[in-house]
C-alpha cells in the first residue's frame, strides 16, 4: 500500500475527492494533510476521515527540515499538492524527486506562475477571451507550474461565462480527474 501525503492551503474539496477515492480500495492510501493556515477547512475535512494533519509556518517550511522528516518517518510515497499556493523549496524537491505532483486549474503553460490561482485565473482566461481553459496535473520542479505535464483536460469557454461559472466547470475537471490520475502515478511508481 503506497502512503500519499497531501499539502493544501484552502477549504479542501479536491484533498476530500481523493481521500474518498483512494479509501475505495486503491493502491495507495492518504496518511496526513499537512497545511500552512490553521483555519483552513480542509483540516476539518481531513478529520472527518480521520486522516491526521499537521499545520506548519513559512519559517517551518522553508528553513527546517521537519516537514521532510515528518514525510520520511510516515514513509510517503506521493506528495499531492492540492490547493497549497506556496513554493515548494528545493530540499523537498530533492528528497521526493518525481514523487511531488500539482493541480493547476489552466491549461499550462498559459496562465501559470507566481499569483496565478484561482479567480484570478479564470478572470484572466476570460479577458484574454480564450475559446478554451481547464486542468493540468503535473510534477513539480523548483519553479511555479514548470514541472513535466502528466495530464490535462479541457473545457469549452463560452461568452456568457463568468469566473464563477468557468470555476465550476473547472472544478467538475478537477473531481473527475484529479484523484484518478494521483491512483495512476501511485501505478506508474510500481512499474519503475
Given at each position: 500500500?503506497?502512503?500519499?501525503?497531501?499539502?493544501a492551503?484552502?477549504?479542501?474539496?479536491?484533498?476530500?475527492?481523493?481521500?474518498?477515492?483512494?479509501?475505495?480500495?486503491?493502491?495507495?492510501?492518504?496518511?496526513?494533510?499537512?497545511?500552512?493556515?490553521?483555519?483552513?477547512y480542509?483540516?476539518?475535512?481531513?478529520?472527518?476521515?480521520?486522516?491526521?494533519?499537521?499545520?506548519?509556518?513559512?519559517?517551518?517550511?522553508?528553513?527546517?527540515?521537519?516537514i521532510?522528516?515528518?514525510?520520511?518517518?510516515?514513509?510517503?510515497?506521493?506528495i499531492?499538492?492540492a490547493?497549497?499556493?506556496?513554493?515548494?523549496?528545493?530540499?523537498?524537491?530533492?528528497?521526493?524527486?518525481?514523487?511531488?505532483?500539482?493541480?493547476?486549474?489552466?491549461?499550462?503553460?498559459?496562465?501559470?506562475?507566481?499569483?496565478?490561482?484561482?479567480?484570478?485565473?479564470?478572470?484572466?482566461?476570460?479577458?484574454?477571451?480564450?475559446?478554451?481553459?481547464?486542468?493540468?496535473?503535473h510534477?513539480?520542479?523548483?519553479?511555479?507550474?514548470?514541472?513535466?505535464?502528466?495530464?490535462?483536460?479541457?473545457?469549452?469557454?463560452?461568452?456568457?461565462?463568468?469566473?464563477?461559472?468557468?470555476?465550476?466547470?473547472?472544478?467538475a475537471?478537477?473531481?473527475?480527474?484529479?484523484?484518478?490520475?494521483?491512483?495512476?502515478?501511485?501505478?506508474?511508481?510500481?512499474?519503475?
Amino acid at each position: 500500500m503506497k502512503n500519499v501525503a497531501i499539502f493544501a492551503s484552502g477549504s479542501g474539496t479536491n484533498a476530500q475527492a481523493i481521500i474518498k477515492y483512494l479509501n475505495k480500495g486503491s493502491i495507495g492510501r492518504v496518511i496526513y494533510v499537512l497545511c500552512n493556515k490553521n483555519d483552513a477547512y480542509v483540516l476539518e475535512r481531513a478529520k472527518k476521515y480521520n486522516v491526521p494533519t499537521y499545520v506548519f509556518n513559512r519559517n517551518e517550511f522553508h528553513n527546517t527540515y521537519n516537514i521532510r522528516d515528518l514525510l520520511v518517518k510516515n514513509k510517503i510515497d506521493l506528495i499531492v499538492l492540492a490547493g497549497f499556493l506556496w513554493l515548494v523549496p528545493q530540499y523537498l524537491i530533492s528528497s521526493f524527486p518525481d514523487r511531488i505532483i500539482n493541480i493547476h486549474p489552466a491549461l499550462l503553460p498559459k496562465y501559470g506562475g507566481k499569483g496565478m490561482y484561482g479567480m484570478i485565473v479564470h478572470d484572466t482566461v476570460l479577458r484574454n477571451k480564450e475559446k478554451e481553459s481547464g486542468i493540468t496535473i503535473h510534477f513539480v520542479d523548483e519553479h511555479y507550474d514548470e514541472g513535466n505535464i502528466i495530464f490535462q483536460a479541457k473545457c469549452k469557454v463560452e461568452q456568457k461565462d463568468t469566473p464563477e461559472s468557468l470555476a465550476e466547470k473547472i472544478h467538475a475537471l478537477e473531481y473527475k480527474h484529479f484523484p484518478r490520475i494521483v491512483e495512476e502515478v501511485l501505478e506508474n511508481q510500481n512499474n519503475k
